[in-house]
């Protein structure tokens, strides 16, 4: 089609049609949900040039996502269209940017902050857990609608918290929140930066500048209830474009019953041969839309099995189930040579998750309130090793990084890991597959624990691996590497129970 910018964009039929029923219903809301791979990225700069320049507010979840989207939709209105999360609630509170971690003064730091607020522990968690702990009520409080903390915005505990200590933690949790609220240079240090301004602009009543006419956003799966309820109070159509299924763990944030919405399900990135990897999880997922994913006829992706002891190719990205999964494979490839490293934004959270562990297994050589900016929040429920076997007994990425742990490897070791120095060469990248969405790699190989065999605690974290699987294959541009057909992992799980059930 030829844009009112007189521009030339092809597009597939579905697209087309969006964009014509767009074009005639400008004053209307839309959200798409579009599978991955279906150009929803090229579809925004479309929609885009429908739109007067400058009467469009562009917004990703974070800096690289934003440029990704930059580069795919071209120069629609200026090369730096758009703003992150962050930016936008900046913005909107006229805000300077928090400093990032590296540039605080030396002073601030986790064990600092705890002190100053006086947390002294809940139950048999010490200072630094508990305040983990505080940071995930705040990160859940942050990403909700909600003008006060509640009992709701506390994290899930394998061993529930008594009454009382859940009143404690809550306190502790509102001390925290008016703490940061006063002294915005710790946000980069708690790792919560985004959520915590955009959950400042939300409770200050801060709406979308009346200048722009439209606002557009982008995997949209990633969208904080707290951020639609700012843009929802403004008189700007709302246009959406995301992927349920890219949404792994946490609630997608639905939209309401007047919105037009529109379904495109044919990815002009995979092909034919992905249809029967990607159906089945579909089909299988317990709530999430059931319309079958189509590849093109024109596109196609090499899909290879590889056998037990591969190593993947040089420039593959390694897409694991966990941490724990993480760790194994940068250790094995390691030992056989290789650097597998973590991306630039993962690499200093895996490394102090990696000392947390090793920490915890050897109390009397190593302290967890000695790690820089204090322990992994993973590890926010555990206080002893015991604890973290108790709660990891089912996976096998565990199990064998603690065969490893008994073996002798300590903080030396891992800080003389080819991946953890950022070594180039023959290397391969490594992420978790929940935080790959919205990307693409050109070569990616799933690990055997991301499609593990054992079973699955209930239907809800078997829905979540669903989503997690669907991402990793759907970011292959070129090359898939597999260790099993996924329509036979569907059948092995669907041939055996749940340990545990869930109720209604």
């Given at each position: 089609m030829i844009t009112p910018r007189h521009r030339e964009r092809w597009l597939s039929p579905a697209q087309d049609k969006l964009v014509r029923t767009f074009r005639a219903n400008l004053d209307e809301d839309l959200h798409v949900q579009g599978y991955a791979g279906i150009g929803k990225s090229h579809l925004l700069g479309t929609l885009m040039e429908c739109l007067r320049p400058g009467g469009a507010l562009l917004l990703a979840h974070t800096s690289g996502k934003l440029e990704a989207l930059r580069k795919r939709i071209g120069d629609v209105h200026g090369s730096k269209a758009g703003l992150t999360f962050i930016e936008f609630a900046q913005l909107l509170l006229n805000d300077p940017k928090p400093k990032p971690v590296n540039e605080l003064p030396k002073f601030l730091s986790k064990r600092a902050l705890s002190q100053e607020l006086n947390i002294i522990g809940v139950r048999d968690y010490d200072t630094q857990s508990t305040l983990n702990i505080c940071l995930k009520v705040l990160k859940n409080y942050c990403r909700s609608r909600d003008y006060t903390l509640s009992a709701k915005h506390l994290p899930y505990f394998n061993q529930p918290l008594s009454s009382m200590d859940a009143r404690v933690v809550?306190?502790?949790?509102?001390?925290?929140?008016?703490?940061?609220?006063?002294?915005?240079?710790?946000?980069?240090?708690?790792?919560?930066?985004?959520?915590?301004?955009?959950?400042?602009?939300?409770?200050?009543?801060?709406?979308?500048?009346?200048?722009?006419?439209?606002?557009?956003?982008d995997e949209s799966q990633d969208l904080p209830a707290s951020l639609m309820q700012i843009i929802e109070r403004g008189r700007q159509v709302l246009i959406t474009l995301g992927d349920e299924y890219q949404q792994a763990g946490g609630a997608f944030v639905s939209r309401g019953r007047g919105v037009r919405r529109s379904e495109i399900a044919y990815s002009v990135r995979s092909g034919r041969n992905v249809e029967s990897l990607v159906n089945p999880l579909i089909y299988r997922h317990s709530s999430k839309g059931k319309i079958p994913f189509e590849g093109a006829s024109n596109t196609d992706i090499a899909v290879k099995y590889y056998p037990q002891g591969f190593l993947p190719p040089e420039g593959c990205v390694v897409l694991a189930a966990s941490r724990w999964d993480?760790?194994?494979?940068?250790?094995?490839?390691?030992?056989?040579?290789?650097?597998?490293?973590?991306?630039?934004?993962?690499?200093?959270?895996?490394?102090?998750?990696?000392a947390t562990a090793i920490a915890l297994f050897k109390p009397d050589f190593y302290s967890v309130e000695q790690i820089p900016d204090g322990p992994h929040l993973d590890f926010s429920e555990f206080s002893s090793w015991q604890q973290v076997c108790d709660a990891n007994r089912y996976d096998e990425s565990f199990l064998w990084v603690e065969a490893e742990l008994e073996k002798g490897f300590n903080v030396a070791d891992m800080n003389q890991l080819k991946g953890m120095l950022g070594q180039s060469g023959n290397s391969c990248m490594v992420m978790m597959a929940e935080q790959a969405g919205g990307m693409e790699f050109d070569v990616v190989l799933l690990t055997p624990q991301l499609l593990t065999v054992n079973k699955f605690r209930d239907v809800n974290e078997f829905d979540q691996r669903i989503c997690a699987v669907y991402i990793a294959i759907s970011r292959a541009k070129f090359k898939l590497y597999v260790p099993y057909d996924v329509a036979e992992w569907i059948a092995h799980h669907d041939s055996q129970k749940f340990r545990e059930f869930s109720g209604y």
């Open positions: 809550l306190e502790y949790s509102s001390q925290l929140w008016g703490y940061l609220e006063s002294n915005p240079a710790w946000y980069g240090l708690v790792e919560l930066d985004a959520l915590l301004m955009i959950k400042r602009a939300s409770l200050s009543g801060c709406v979308v500048p009346a200048r722009y006419s439209h606002v557009l956003i993480m760790m194994k494979w940068i250790i094995q490839m390691d030992a056989a040579g290789r650097a597998l490293i973590p991306s630039t934004e993962a690499q200093k959270d895996l490394k102090r998750f990696m």
